[in-house]
């Protein structure tokens, strides 16, 4: 199974470190390691009023190659421009079908600071370029929004499952979530003749009822809902 972390090196905004770990929990990745920050930077991003249990539990480390020390593939997010690749270069629309073919375990995207990127020594210590494809008049990306990105890209995996932060509170799902869980349940219902003495409207009743009674967290109300789609997508 593969897991993955985030990895900022040398950033220089904690707006932008804010908005890089709310991007991950807004796709379901919790391990954020950042190399070498700023300290006053730093201290100022972990400290924010509202920063997410992600930053708060992000390891710092000294170098790149500490951060990566328990990372079985790696891909240094870069833009292409005045640069002469030397490593595979992985565009971000073919980022999961590469995936497939990498070593199994923990996969780090690695993200430069705002000013100047990732450094040609930064980007060796890699096994590969992640490029997210631009207008040539505008080829760098801000570095939260690259982040957003990536990690909305991961999350469209089939066998992604999102990560808690350690020590972080279960979330509850919303009703909007819960909802969506309840239609991909459904079309199962409906594929496999479960309950057929019931109409679609108490099957999806019945379950309302079973979340309320039973409640879940996100993450579990996620991996059910993955479940069933996946399941739904091999039946006839």
Excluded at 87 to 113: K, M
Aim: glycine fraction near 4%.
């Amino acid at each position: 199974m593969t897991s993955f972390c985030v990895v900022l090196v040398r950033p220089r905004d904690p707006n932008n470190i804010g908005a890089a770990a709310r991007a991950m929990g807004n796709f379901g990745l919790s391990d954020l390691r950042v190399v070498d920050p700023y300290p006053p930077v730093w201290r100022e991003a972990v400290s924010a009023v509202g920063v997410s249990d992600i930053l708060q539990n992000a390891r710092k480390f000294e170098t790149l190659d500490d951060a990566l020390a328990d990372t079985h593939f790696s891909l240094a997010a870069t833009a292409l421009k005045n640069r002469r690749a030397e490593q595979e270069i992985v565009t971000l629309p073919r980022l999961n079908e590469r995936l497939e073919t990498a070593p199994a375990g923990l996969t780090a995207l690695v993200f430069g600071n705002e000013k100047s990127g990732l450094s040609g020594e930064d980007i060796a210590r890699c096994d590969a370029i992640l490029n997210i494809p631009t207008s040539a008049k505008q080829p760098s990306i801000n570095l939260a929004q690259a982040v957003i990105l990536s990690c909305y890209e991961l999350s469209r995996r089939a066998d992604f499952v999102p990560l808690r932060t350690p020590g972080a509170q279960e979330e509850p799902p919303t009703d909007a979530q819960k909802e969506i869980f309840i239609a991909a349940a459904e079309t199962l219902c409906e594929k496999t003749a479960l309950r057929a003495d019931l109409t679609v409207s108490q099957r999806k009743a019945f379950l309302r009822h079973a979340l309320a009674r039973h409640p879940l967290g996100k993450d579990q109300l996620f991996f059910l809902k993955k479940l069933a789609e996946k399941i739904n997508a091999l039946l006839p």
